[in-house]
């Protein structure tokens, strides 16, 4: 039974998503502050996290920075807030979705339902013994990392699996919501231009180790590839 752990400090709203996910079948517990989730995490890690961004001592991006620090836990955010910087943000600091209030307790029970089946299958897939040379990069799928000649890039999630796409298919131009895809995002969530966001960090990440590196093509209209001639 998936662990679901609900970080919300409006207990209404908490108790809709008790009742919603444990009716789903899921064990949930509930926290209202986030210096709370980061110890409970540590102690008896959950499978996913409903994280509100508005909590009483400490904003829900700054959770999820400290986090990402020892956690791979999926996250999805729940805020009142729903501006398209506040959602570039949470993402690229390692949320999986993000959801604004009002929602339907349906909706947020088939998010969780298709971020955790992705995250099974990505780790299903996933060979112990498998580690892929592509040219000048070594991707390691069970360690997720990638190193570039020798050096391994310091990646999160999000951009492990954006450049692995990328990776496994060289010169092939990958549209935005091919990329989304392979991130586990819904493509009917509206965050193709955050691919952007993080292209740009994967090349300032791959020019910290050779600065005078450019594997990743823009394709403009169509997309992104990985061309290492």
């Keep these: 039974m998936p662990k679901i752990l609900i970080i919300e400090d409006e207990t209404a709203i908490a108790d809709t998503l008790l009742y919603s996910l444990q009716t789903e079948g899921f064990d949930c517990t509930w926290?209202?502050?986030?210096?709370?989730?980061?110890?409970?995490?540590?102690?008896?890690?959950?499978?996913?996290w409903i994280l509100d961004v508005g909590l009483p001592d400490l904003n829900g991006f700054e959770v999820c920075r400290q986090l990402r620090k020892f956690s791979d836990v999926p996250v999805i955010f729940l805020t009142a807030r729903d501006n398209e910087i506040d959602r570039i943000v949470g993402l690229e600091i390692g949320a999986d979705d993000y959801v604004s209030k009002p929602f339907s307790p349906r909706e947020i029970a088939a998010r969780v339902r298709a971020i955790l089946k992705r995250t099974t299958m990505q780790t299903t897939k996933a060979n112990p013994s498998e580690i892929k040379d592509i040219g000048l990069f070594v991707i390691d799928d069970i360690g997720c990392t990638i190193s570039l000649q020798g050096n391994s890039l310091n990646l999160t999630r999000h951009e492990f699996n954006l450049l692995s796409c990328l990776l496994s298919q060289p010169k092939r131009v990958f549209s935005r919501e091919q990329l989304l895809d392979a991130l586990g995002i819904s493509i009917d969530a509206g965050y193709e231009r955050n691919i952007d966001s993080h292209i740009k960090a994967l090349r300032a990440k791959v020019r910290e180790i050779n600065s005078s590196l450019e594997v990743i093509r823009t394709h403009r209209g169509f997309g992104y590839s990985y061309d290492p001639s």
């Excluded at 926290?31 to 499978?47: F, N, T, V, W, Y």
């Design 31 to 48: 926290l209202s502050l986030g210096s709370e989730a980061i110890e409970r995490q540590k102690q008896s890690p959950a499978d996913l």
